[in-house]
Nanobody, 122 residues
Framework: VQLQASGGGFVQPGGSLRLSCAASGLTSNAYAIGWFRQAPGKEREWVSIIDFLSDQTYYANSVEGRFAISSDVAKTTAYLEMNQLQVDDSAIYSC????????????????WGQGTLVTVSS
């Protein structure tokens, strides 16, 4: 399984960005894809997760109501629509996948993609 994250960039507070995580090598829809982020000097935290099998979505409290995770029909790409971005959202965002939903929630998914940098600044 390979994951390719893209879509990061520079945006002013209140702006929006859309991240994409393209997955290849998935053997079925029985995967969960998670977005994680890590800011300088801080621990990595999970942001949002989508279960490809059930389409159930999960959000960290810090992004609930501002971010939206989705997938394409083929279940090969996960998107993270980020709205009302704040300075504290600045971080390297990475996507990860595992067949176990709770493994992703626990922050220990088997497959990781490279990160994409999101900078929110005025």
């Amino acid at each position: 399984v390979q994951l390719q994250a893209s879509g990061g960039g520079f945006v002013q507070p209140g702006g929006s960005l859309r991240l994409s995580c393209a997955a290849s090598g998935l053997t079925s829809n029985a995967y969960a894809i998670g977005w994680f982020r890590q800011a300088p000097g801080k621990e990595r935290e999970w942001v949002s997760i989508i279960d490809f099998l059930s389409d159930q979505t999960y959000y960290a409290n810090s992004v609930e109501g501002r971010f939206a995770i989705s997938s394409d029909v083929a279940k090969t790409t996960a998107y993270l629509e980020m709205n009302q971005l704040q300075v504290d959202d600045s971080a390297i965002y990475s996507c990860a996948a595992d067949t176990g939903l709770w493994t992703v929630i626990a922050g220990t998914p088997q497959y990781w993609g490279q990160g994409t940098l999101v900078t929110v600044s005025s």
